[in-house]
């Protein structure tokens, strides 16, 4: 009997309409954990670097985590993994809500996705029933309309959906796959099951999950929920109130919006309004928010409230969660009606509320500029919030310019030329990014930029604070009970680290230290991704329930699978290197690691190439970031370094170091 | 003659619909309660305890398992709340004929709940951290009825007539015999 996991994966082919059950080879298990980790072996065993986002050999691959379904609080993410449209790299979003546990429940650790189907099907899952059925019924309805639809026609109120909507099946770059409360928006994912001709995956399930040793696991799960009333009770001070608590950044609950709407940039990434926070401001967003909210919701098995069910009047409802709540509001610098009105339709198109208000900004300053002409957007509406949904639309149809605009900031720019690239200037590896821009620069948020796999911020930082406390004794309350810290050097990091002096950014935290930090952030969301936990409860927010010294004993109790700190941080040191290899093995170089170029006012080219140098190294990677024979070897990816040197990317007879430099010149 | 007060204790679990947020953190604890060996394993379908969400139409409601009915209801009502429409059937307790509800998933087998017995509360009460779930002991007085003799020759005249009386003296004869 396999504990935690199934031990079985459903592999769809699409082409030829084939579903099998297929038995996994636990070692895999030990060597990976599941979900990302596992995902990312399959990627690198199955999708070589010549096959791209939309060809039928391109898997797509929704994957539970080792910990789902078991009764670890807030182990329900699914994460899933292909090669992205946008970037051209993998892409590995995730969502919450409730879809990844019931898979589990039927019987399946994964199912991979190949081939594509001629017609609209949907994949129907109910235990060891499952069918690829015709979804042309489903036809260009919304994401939450279709998974309502699939609840209603087959009578089960207790399925879960992933579907997409317009977007999706018009390969738009930046369409996500919704579930309800949750999604998975980033690197256009949900275009490559559009792709595939998949409209959803129902699934319903009523099997057991085992535990390898059920008191010890029970007694855990207690712990961690203790801790978290604990945190309820002691939010951190000094810093704002969204991130004081548990669970991902709390938009729903609180309305104090003064951090993002004078920090963050509105417009393109372009305006940065201070002072825009009023009484009268926060009066009117407050009354907003909570007349259209229903009520704060949950993710399967979490205590935490991220989630708010919305009910604009004239609306259907919808649900909601973070930062989506401002993206669209900024990007028109429009108010928090607007945006929570147009975030109703771009949830049930199934986009990214990242992507996507960002590229309509940015056709509108092609426009207001001239590079984009009045001829290229006919019939456009005259009022501002007008445009915003008269371009949502062309986009999600690719109708006339939202052909273009549907491929994203980078690809659009390519084909618009004429200088538009110089509007599509908030990226990292082509992929559009939270809309900050700031003065002095952040070491450990340089690194992370530049070198998280995951090209989204949120995705890599947490654990350490992202900027220094004032006071000296401010930091030291907050070491007191900094239980986390995979090490106590740590502490001293944070409280020798100062807002201004000597030992303030840029040149503290050193490139080591800073190398350090990342790394230790980094790895906690490598923890998460391959165990299906939300990083809500560990790796993003300040002071977790969850950490590297309770995780081994997780594994341990869950699966059976001997665990202790130094080997789960082998094996996530396994899983990034893995990730980074398939990157890698697609192209990506160093010259690709870099944040948007106006992200700092304050940019040191000298200490940014020591910064990228210091961590390449400390990560076992040569110069130009690619992983090193001896780093592969030490990992047991020994096929990655074979590979590698078949291909070229290392040398045989050298450790990868000269070859790299040669490549450079 | 008067009757004689006693008290029991009644337990139950007190619901408060608004602040549930639908996470079903209930039903795994439940499930994982009472499975043999404790926690071995957990499936939803198994457990006691049952979320009935609709979020779209902002409908929670945490139910336990209650008797197992051997017939359906004759009528179904629906219930208008606070303009929600709810099924009668959703807050019913029973394991009962006309849905799968409360029913081991593999035999079919009622379900009730029986407060984690051996827990100091119920677990999903403990596990519900939005406190949805409150967990009442509620002392309750009851009259323990005197038996009157005439109720005791009532029901020996009944054994008398069916029996015969003869018969009937010869049993409770056999029976003081083997006291």
New interface residues.
């Given amino acids: 009997m396999r504990y935690a996991e199934t031990g079985f994966n459903l592999e769809v082919d699409l082409s030829r309409g084939n579903v099998e059950k297929v038995a996994t080879d636990p070692r895999d298990t030990e060597l990976y954990l599941g979900g990302l980790g596992t995902n990312a072996k399959i990627l690198w065993d199955r999708v070589p670097p010549e096959t791209d986002a939309f060809d039928p050999e391109n898997l797509l691959i929704f994957s539970t985590g080792l910990l789902n379904a078991t009764p670890a609080t807030g182990c329900n993410r699914t994460i899933i993994s292909t090669i992205s449209p946008q970037t051209k790299l993998m892409a590995f979003s995730m969502m919450g809500g409730f879809w990844a546990p019931e898979l589990k429940y039927a019987g399946y650790d994964k199912v991979i996705i190949r081939g594509k189907s001629p017609d609209l099907v949907y994949l129907y899952i109910n235990n060891d029933t499952v069918e690829i059925r015709d979804a042309s019924h489903l036809q260009g309805k919304g994401a939450i309309e279709t998974a309502e639809a699939l609840r209603q026609e087959l009578g089960d109120p207790k399925l879960q959906v992933s579907a997409i909507g317009l977007a999706g099946e018009n390969r738009v770059f930046f369409a996500s796959i919704e579930q309800g409360r949750s999604s998975a928006s980033r690197g256009g994912i949900g275009a490559v099951m559009g792709d595939k001709g998949l409209k959803a995956i129902a699934v319903r399930g009523t099997k057991d999950i085992n535990l390898a040793k059920p008191a010890e696991f029970i007694g855990l799960c207690n712990e961690v929920l203790e801790y978290i009333k604990y945190r309820e009770d002691h939010p951190i001070p000094g810093v704002m109130p969204i991130l004081a608590g548990l669970g991902s950044p709390q938009e729903m609950k609180i309305h104090d919006e003064k951090w993002h709407t004078e920090n963050f940039m509105w417009g393109n990434s372009r305006v940065r309004r201070k002072g825009f926070w009023t009484d009268e401001i926060a009066k009117a967003w407050t009354e907003t928010m909570e007349s259209v909210r229903r009520r704060l919701i949950s993710c399967y098995n979490c205590p935490m409230k991220c989630g708010a069910t919305i009910s604009v009047p004239g609306l259907p409802t919808y649900m909601m969660k973070c930062f989506s709540k401002l993206t669209y509001t900024m990007a028109a610098m429009s108010d928090l009606e607007f945006g929570l009105s147009i975030a109703q339709k771009a949830t049930e198109y199934g986009v990214d509320g990242f992507s996507t208000p960002q590229v309509m900004a940015f056709a509108l300053e092609l426009l207001e500029n001239g590079i984009l002409k009045e001829s290229d957007f006919p019939g456009m509406p005259e009022d501002n919030e007008g445009r915003f949904y008269w371009l949502l639309d062309r986009i999600v149809r690719r109708e006339g310019i939202g052909d273009i605009l549907a491929d994203g900031t980078y690809w659009a720019a390519e084909r618009i030329g004429n200088g538009a690239h110089e509007y599509a200037h908030n990226n990292i590896k082509k992929h559009e990014q939270l809309p900050l821009k700031l003065s002095m620069l952040n070491p450990v948020y340089f690194l992370m930029y530049s070198t998280g796999e995951k090209i989204n911020i949120t995705q890599i930082e947490g654990q350490f604070p992202q900027a220094p406390f004032p006071k000296k004794e401010q930091r030291e309350e907050f070491v007191k009970d900094w239980i986390q810290v995979p090490d106590e050097k740590f502490k001293q990091y944070f409280l020798d680290w100062e807002p201004r002096g000597e030992n303030s950014n840029p040149y503290y935290p050193t490139p080591q230290i800073a190398s350090e930090i990342v790394d230790w952030q980094e790895m906690m969301h490598y923890v998460d991704d391959a165990l299906g936990t939300c990083a809500g409860l560990s790796s993003f927010p300040l002071k977790p329930p969850y950490h590297i010294h309770n995780y081994p004993k997780f594994i341990e109790a869950g699966t059976g699978i001997p665990m202790d700190k130094d080997k789960l941080v082998e094996i996530t040191r396994r899983n990034r290197n893995l990730v980074r290899a398939v990157n890698i093995r697609r192209g990506m170089r160093r010259a690709d690691e870099k944040p948007p170029a106006n992200h700092w006012k304050k940019r040191f080219p000298e200490l940014e190439a020591e910064l990228l140098d210091t961590y390449y190294k400390f990560k076992g990677w040569n110069k130009d970031g690619i992983p090193t024979a001896e780093t592969l070897k030490s990992l047991g990816l020994d096929y990655v370094c074979e590979d590698f040197i078949k291909r070229g990317i290392l040398k045989a007879d050298e450790e990868g170091e000269v070859n790299a430099e040669a490549d450079q010149n | 003659m008067c009757a004689e007060k006693k008290t029991r204790i009644v337990k139950t679990i007190e619901i408060d619909v608004d602040k549930c947020?639908?996470?079903?953190?209930c039903e795994?604890?439940c499930s994982?309660f009472h499975?043999e060996?404790?926690?071995?394993?957990?499936?939803?379908?198994?457990s006691r305890i049952r979320v009935i969400?609709?979020?779209?139409?902002?409908i929670?409601v945490p139910v336990y398992a209650g008797e197992y009915t051997m017939a359906e209801c004759a009528g179904r009502d629906k219930y208008i709340i606070d303009g929600k429409e709810y099924d009668e059937c959703s807050f019913c307790r029973a394991s009962c004929p006309s849905r799968v509800e409360f029913k081991e998933?593999d035999s079919g087998l009622p379900l009730k709940c029986d407060m984690c017995e051996g827990e100091d509360e119920p677990l999903c009460v403990k596990?519900?951290?939005?406190e949805a779930l409150i967990y009442v002991e509620r002392e309750e007085e009851y009259e323990v009825e005197e038996e009157k003799p005439e109720d005791l020759e009532i029901g020996l005249e009944a054994l008398a007539d069916k029996y015969g009386l003869e018969k009937l003296v010869d049993t409770v004869a056999r029976l003081a015999a083997k006291e």
Avoid: F
Wanted: hydrophobic share 30%.
């Fill in positions: 947020n639908g996470c079903r953190a795994v604890i994982a499975a060996p404790k926690y071995s394993s957990n499936n939803p379908a198994r969400r609709e979020p779209l139409r902002d929670y998933p596990w519900c951290l939005a």
